[in-house]
């Protein structure tokens, strides 16, 4: 008899048992997220090892050369700047600046979110009430005026105060999230005994809340650096920036000052607003396909149809 038990419940158990590399597994079938980790993983190459993708006689992407305003050829794949400069190596050298902006801004306005949306919920009363109001004055400021105002009185071409602005300004939607979730696992029965059992708020926080919130987290990172990319390349279009950095947004900044487009240097303005996009892409790919991962209801019939009949 005991025998017979233990059978019927091996089966239940290895059910119940979550599979190893789940995730990575899910991550795999997902076209978006191997679409989207592709392109991702490319810039991550781009911007860690620029002198693999560039020819050696234009290793110094900010060298001024004798050819200025030059259409693209063998020598120059993009053409020059006005300066002379090889448009290709300044957009391969440019990605280390750009995503390093979208990596560190969106990580901080995701900590941020965390921090505020979380706490709120979790500690309700007067906490929320106060935290949730500076998340809403946030949410209804002109977010982009804002930006510009913020990034020409505190540090005109910084890099640092434009990340910083980047993130006072991009927390409040993730914030609005975090709260959300978590006032939805505030009464759950693994958190009634964490406090029964005498838990700190930090503890229980820390590693009863924030755990359950993972894909939501990592989603909010990515829209959040989405955000980052795609904000930065405007303020530095619009001259906020420092104009000798090495950036798409500087690029697309001295590309219209210098008249790309008047002399017939079309690739040197569409080039780093085409780098832009596609990193927007990746990380935008990469923000739907934890979505569709973390919630069955999201991912495509066809998709949830297969695996039914199988």
Do not use: C
């Not at 120059?76 to 390093?100: C, F, K, M, N, P």
């Not at 306005?109 to 009363?125: C, M, P, Q, R």
């Not at 105002?149 to 071409?157: E, H, I, N, Q, S």
């Amino acid at each position: 008899m005991s025998a017979v038990v233990a059978g019927a419940s091996a089966p239940v158990a290895s059910a119940t048992r979550r599979p190893r590399g789940g995730l990575f597994r899910a991550i795999l079938r997902n076209r978006k997220a191997v679409v989207g980790a592709v392109l991702l993983f490319l810039f991550i190459l781009l911007a860690a090892f620029p002198g693999l993708f560039v020819p050696g006689a234009h290793h110094d992407p900010q060298a001024i050369g004798d050819l200025p305003l030059q259409k693209p050829s063998g020598a120059h794949w993009l053409g020059t700047t006005g300066l002379g400069q090889d448009v290709y190596a300044q957009l391969i050298y440019s990605t280390r600046e750009s995503l390093v902006i979208a990596v560190v801004a969106g990580l901080g306005a995701t900590i941020l979110s965390v921090i505020i949306g979380v706490s709120a919920a979790y500690l309700g009363g007067f906490a929320d009430d106060g935290l949730s109001m500076l998340t809403d004055i946030f949410l209804v400021l002109p977010t982009f005026p804002l930006i510009i105002v913020l990034a020409t009185y505190a540090g005109k071409g910084n890099l640092t105060v434009i990340i910083i602005v980047l993130i006072l300004t991009g927390w409040s939607y993730g914030a609005r999230q975090m709260r959300a979730q978590a006032m939805s696992l505030r009464n759950r029965d693994f958190l009634e005994s964490a406090r029964v059992r005498g838990e700190r708020r930090s503890y229980i926080i820390v590693v009863e809340v924030l755990p359950t919130m993972i894909s939501l987290i990592v989603a909010n990172f990515l829209g959040a650096a989405l955000y980052s990319v795609l904000t930065a390349a405007g303020l530095q279009f619009l001259g906020l920036g420092d104009p000798s950095s090495l950036s798409w947004g500087t690029m697309l900044y001295w590309a219209q000052n210098q008249g790309a487009l008047v002399n017939g240097l079309p690739a040197w303005a569409l080039s780093p607003g085409l780098a832009v996009a596609l990193l927007g892409v990746s990380f935008a790919l990469l923000n739907y396909a934890f979505d569709e991962i973390s919630n069955p209801a999201l991912r495509p019939v066809r998709r949830r149809r297969a695996r039914s009949a199988s």
